[in-house]
DNA sequence: GATTAGCACTCAAAAGCGTCGAGTGCTAAC
DNA sequence: GTTAGCACTCGACGCTTTTGAGTGCTAATC
């Protein structure tokens, strides 16, 4: 399995190459580009070596050598030089995840977008909180407009759901606060998956006054679970079109419909230990249709014990190196944001 | 400018012929498939003046003909024949903007993606709510997590944008009511823009208690305008990779950068008169990437006086019948929709 | 006078074909 | 163990030919 120096140096080169060009690459090219001693027979016997070791593949017999999954498994497990950032590029991370990250909005999309263009591979962010603490903390009414009340469920791990509930009448801003107060008091701690019946219970059948309002909240309760999903977003799309694997249009497409899947990405998200950095290689992905892609994901704690997880896709020819150095720069960004705010 | 009734006729099968095929035409597909009483010869005649009315192009010689953009114009605008929809696609529709419409998260995104499975065309839906009503009438704190407290800006218009607070100490729900009242009152009707300056007035340069909650609003609070945009989703887009005029790679990419941009979409959007259904062809969409594309866009207002636009893009050769006829029946089912809340 | 049949002409796309060159594998010499 | 040399492979490229759908025009027909 440890292949002697010199293979292992030859492989490496190979790998880089292809990763660069995406045009197999020939024992000449070696030869001239990379290991100048040796001469382009010698590179094509260790070449025909490591095919049959099952690290490179031929596309035909006379086309160059392209890394097989196994290859591209070696080159991030042993091969990987740390690729600094530039100056510039630490500067742009660092922004994204200043104080704007506590505009709930959609910092997941701006996230999304932000990596895509630094990296120019597609993005996805998710951010999930976990579903045992889907658990109601503090409910509040919100007058909106007129008859129209805003009601806002904060859970345990500070995650919020909010509808819009129709009264059908009038309630004075005060009543509202009063009714919320004691619901608040009185409903804390279930499961939001509880909170329709109990609701329900609650409001009897007496159509009038605060039980109408309470009648009108368990209308609008989500009624099962709720996924413990709080945010997903997909960005640089448009990215993968840039790559050579997919100048085939049906390709593309059947990638792209991947991400327009909700659960399809949640799923290539998911599989991925905590507070870590995961590549994950061609069938390794475990979608059939991600199978010639490469994964990268990295899951973040926030301080408010939601998960964060950044993944980027591409082309099993991915650079691992400049990936990796900007998902570990976006961890140390978000550690100095949360130590800023212990002070 | 009125054509007489038989190239009228040719004309609309030509253009039928076209959006259904993508391939230019020739006079012998006409004569066969819709104008059997008629030669392929006199067809020619009469698609040689359609050509010098300017309602056809020619590719090149011997290809067959393909609609100008003169000629949809004249389509969309006189000879379309409403396709009614089946029971299964009005159930649908009617589906998708029952109650659930209430629930605040992602209303947008979940029109975006249904339209567009129903019509094969990307679609994207932007709501925004009337700049001039971005106005204060209630602010709300609502306690998050330790320390930290949602707060909640609600306008005039019933736009709702929310920011989590850091207050650097715990603070009882109840002062954070009476917090919120006072303010409340004391800043209703500000414009959202001026809302940070008041606050850091109010505020002073005390740095205890109320003073410090004030101040830790005046941080994230948004200093500019804010833009009348609520919500912008778009769905579908791998639909586009299915149409011929998209096989070339570079076209898709173009495109789907288009619509990763959002100023560009809510340009795209936004060119319209409200209340209206209207297509745009070609050119008239406004942006040179979409000079190939058509999209028709449809507002409606919504019964809080936020105003939602729905746009299906496609290449100009569009099912221009059945994407109107959908449009309608979503206006239809909002109608329905507002009229059963006047209950 | 409108319609049609017939024919010459056009042109893109497909098919066929030789050439080129990057690549391999093998063998024999260093 | 390394390298030079050589025969062989095969896709890419460029060229020509063929094919076929289509046009435009003219002369005959209704």
Known sequence: MDLIDRKYRILQAIIDDYILTALPVGSRTISRKYEQKLSSATIRNEMSDLEELGYLDSPHTSAGRVPSNKAYRLYVDQMLRPMPLSVEETAFINRCFDRRMHQVEDVSMRIAKALSSMTHYTTAVMTRAPRNEQVLSHLQLVPVADRRV????????????????????????????????????????????????????????????????????????????????????????????????????????????????????????????????????????????????????????????????????????????????????????????????KD
């Open 150 to 341: 805003l009601m806002i469920l904060v859970t345990k791990s500070g995650t919020v759901k909010q509808s819009i509930l129709d009264l059908g009448a009038n309630v004075a801003p005060d009543e509202l606060y009063t009714v919320s107060r004691i619901l608040s008091q009185q409903l804390e701690g279930l499961r939001l998956s509880e909170l329709a019946g109990e609701l329900m219970r609650l409001s009897g059948k007496n159509e009038t006054g605060i039980h109408a309002i309470v009648r009108a909240m368990a209308e609008q309760t989500p009624q099962q679970e709720q996924s413990d999903i709080v945010a997903l977003a997909v960005g640089g799309r448009s990215n993968l079109l840039s790559f050579p694997e997919y100048s085939d249009v049906d390709k593309a497409k059947a990638l792209l419909s991947v991400l327009e899947t909700r659960e399809k990405v949640v799923s290539l998200l998911s599989q991925h230990g905590e507070m870590e950095i995961s590549v994950r290689i061609g069938p390794e992905t475990g979608l059939e249709e991600t199978k010639d892609c490469s994964i990268v994901t990295a899951s973040y704690r926030l301080s408010d014990g939601r998960v964060n997880t950044i993944g980027l896709i591409g082309p099993t020819r991915m650079q691992y190196g400049k990936v990796l150095s900007v998902l570990g720069q976006v961890g140390k960004s978000l550690d100095m944001m949360l130590e800023d705010q």
